[in-house]
């Protein structure tokens, strides 16, 4: 789906300024759900089987409002079916859930996406690092 995923973000004017497949590090996904990490509860527990040693495609979006953008187009909420018709998290997400203790639920949403320009900045930073790490 990579070829059509990229095709959704670049019809809202960005492009993506760099991108590679690398396995996911631990560190990694610290980085960007310090929350999770903290909690160390099952939601950590998923997402870290999830993610840890995957070989994802990570990468930078520019262009015009690209937090914004990136938003609409690939969908605001974790749950992909409740997510816009047509965005990467509906298209490709799965829209059913893994259910945990305590009624929680753990969405595949198919991307992460940065929810404001202050985690944008933390995102680059972490790819950055990634990608300096040569993880590859």
């Given at each position: 789906h990579?070829d059509t995923?990229r095709?959704v973000?670049?019809?809202t004017?960005?492009?993506?300024?760099e991108?590679y497949?690398?396995?996911?590090?631990?560190?990694?996904?610290?980085s960007?759900y310090p929350?999770?990490a903290q909690?160390?509860?099952e939601?950590w527990?998923v997402t870290?089987?999830?993610?840890?040693?995957?070989?994802?495609?990570v990468?930078?979006?520019?262009?015009?409002?690209?937090v914004?953008?990136l938003?609409?187009?690939?969908?605001?909420?974790?749950n992909?079916?409740?997510c816009?018709?047509g965005?990467?998290?509906?298209?490709?997400g799965?829209?059913?859930?893994v259910q945990?203790a305590?009624?929680?639920?753990y969405?595949?949403?198919?991307?992460?996406?940065?929810?404001?320009?202050?985690?944008?900045?933390?995102?680059?930073?972490?790819?950055?690092?990634?990608?300096?790490?040569?993880?590859?």
């Amino acid at each position: 789906h990579r070829d059509t995923i990229r095709q959704v973000i670049e019809t809202t004017g960005l492009y993506i300024a760099e991108s590679y497949l690398a396995p996911i590090p631990k560190w990694v996904i610290v980085s960007l759900y310090p929350d999770l990490a903290q909690a160390k509860d099952e939601v950590w527990n998923v997402t870290r089987r999830h993610l840890f040693g995957k070989r994802c495609e990570v990468g930078i979006a520019q262009g015009n409002r690209a937090v914004e953008k990136l938003l609409l187009v690939c969908g605001a909420d974790k749950n992909p079916s409740l997510c816009a018709t047509g965005t990467i998290r509906q298209c490709f997400g799965i829209t059913v859930a893994v259910q945990l203790a305590g009624g929680k639920q753990y969405w595949f949403n198919a991307i992460h996406r940065s929810k404001d320009e202050e985690e944008a900045v933390r995102d680059i930073k972490i790819f950055n690092a990634l990608h300096s790490s040569g993880s590859r």
